[in-house]
């Protein structure tokens, strides 16, 4: 199968040739296509994969192309990981909402909002040149907001898009292992997880017919072992009953996330643009040194995640530091997609799939009619919950209805995220407006006129996506 990555430059595609070359993936792909807009950093990337030490499978012959028709012709599969603006647009992104004094972050609040808007027009570009070129092809996206993102392509790919992301899963597995019952691999049987992208709650975890998570909820030395378990204070999480992904630390702690942040001499998004500004140009130039170069960026990199998060002079897990997340996650789809067996996988997804047809043109062995995986969310949006994947897609697992206040909130992004699919989709400034508002770390009509203008002067696209006002 030909894999095409759209972002090809990005920083962590070197994962994803790492798991394509050795272990459990190895075969999977014979040949790979690197797509990116910025040809310097096509370079620098192909020189890290040349240079990667040799995996246990034989290596996957690479091509790098600026031609985005030219990379989708005969793709079988496309990931996408795209970031128009690169990593100044996510600087600004977050210096805005911050300089109004709301919480500054890549996905989560109002420079979530932001990087949908100025994304989904890309994606629905590359969307749209994917029935062209490649009609038959999958797209994986992990380009982020993934739930936004994801949901705007549906009318266009239908069953052929999903969403991934590995904070969940990831949160998943470590729980498991606190709890001392590890998951088999590829199997969510007696899993309890509903949410949005990097908005979820982990509510059950089954062994042998009974449920575990509520011992771990009480014991705090098992808690503090992992590091979604010391976000929260364990009476917290023992009154919730349940685990947040760990990106609701930024909605129960807002007022600590938000004054940690401030108090960080550069924001996440400065540390990684000045990282990547120096480091690109020598990794390029760095020869058959140039995945050492990587990898200790990479780690540097990982290091500093959520930071805002931690005690001064914590540090994180040795596992989270070693990476295989979300490339992991990505390639077993692809592998399920591929026909080589089914699997269980955490992603997002249509919250009832359509019995019958699709975008894509008629199915096969899709239910008669199937009830929403998430009761209280819309059947046609999508949702992040346990999903089993075969060759014909992704299906959505019956989850449990989500409390009362988890429901609400999960209702009130949710009808943030459609109004940013329509603002970035129909050109309906007023619907951006409506979502800047709506959302709950703003929850102000005069905030989201300063953020909507703010992200207009740093962003000019902006102001050329939206339509004329009527008479």
Request: net charge neutral; aromatic share 6%; charged share 20%.
């Amino acid at each position: 199968m030909r894999l095409l990555i759209a972002g090809g430059g990005g920083f962590r595609v070197p994962l994803i040739y790492r798991a394509l070359v050795s272990g459990r993936f190895a075969g999977l792909v014979t040949g790979l296509v690197l797509h990116d807009v910025d040809p310097a950093r096509l370079k620098a990337v192909t020189a890290v994969l040349h240079s990667m030490p040799a995996g246990s499978g034989a290596r996957v012959p690479v091509h790098a192309t600026t031609d985005l028709p030219q990379a989708l012709a005969g793709a079988g599969m496309v990931f996408a990981a795209i970031r128009p603006g690169g990593t100044a647009g996510r600087v600004a992104d977050e210096k805005v909402a911050q300089g109004l004094g709301l919480l500054g972050q890549e996905t989560t609040g109002p420079g979530g909002i932001s990087y949908a808007l100025r994304t989904i027009p890309h994606m629905l570009n590359l969307a749209r040149l994917m029935k062209e070129h490649c009609p038959g092809a999958w797209l994986i996206n992990f380009t982020n907001p993934a739930g936004m993102v994801t949901e705007a392509l549906l009318p266009v790919l239908g069953r052929k898009v999903l969403g991934i992301c590995d904070s969940a899963g990831g949160l998943v597995q470590r729980a498991a292992r606190a709890a001392g019952v590890p998951l088999p691999e590829g199997r969510l049987d007696g899993v309890g997880y509903y949410g949005l992208n990097h908005l979820g709650w982990l509510y059950r975890l089954e062994s042998g017919g009974q449920d575990v998570l509520p011992r771990l909820l009480a014991d705090p030395a098992a808690l503090a072992s992992f590091e979604e378990g010391r976000l929260f204070p364990q009476p917290f999480l023992a009154g919730l009953g349940a685990l947040p992904n760990e990106y609701l630390y930024y909605y129960y702690r807002q007022d600590a996330a938000r004054e940690a942040m401030r108090a960080m001499a550069r924001t996440r998004g400065e540390t990684i643009h000045s990282q990547q500004e120096e480091l690109y140009p020598r990794l390029a130039a760095a020869g058959a040194g140039a995945f050492r170069l990587w990898e200790e960026a990479r780690r540097s990199r990982e290091e500093g995640y959520l930071a805002e998060a931690r005690n001064r002079g914590e540090e994180r897990d040795e596992a989270d530091l070693a990476g295989g997340g979300y490339e992991r996650v990505a390639l077993a789809a692809m592998r399920a997609l591929s026909g080589t067996g089914d699997t269980q996988l955490i992603l997002n997804t249509r919250n009832s799939p359509v019995p019958g047809t699709d975008a894509a043109g008629p199915t096969t062995a899709r239910p008669a009619a199937a009830e929403p995986a998430l009761p209280g969310l819309p059947a046609d949006a999508v949702v992040e919950v346990p999903c089993t994947v075969t060759a014909d897609g992704t299906l959505p697992l019956p989850q449990q209805a989500p409390p009362g206040p988890q429901l609400g909130l999960l209702r009130q992004v949710k009808q943030v995220e459609r109004l940013t699919v329509r603002a970035a989709v129909e050109g309906d400034r007023g619907a951006a407006l409506a979502a800047f508002a709506g959302h709950p770390l703003v929850a102000s009509e005069d905030l989201a006129q300063a953020l909507l203008e703010g992200y207009e002067r740093e962003f000019p696209a902006l102001r050329r996506l939206w339509r004329p006002a009527g008479p």
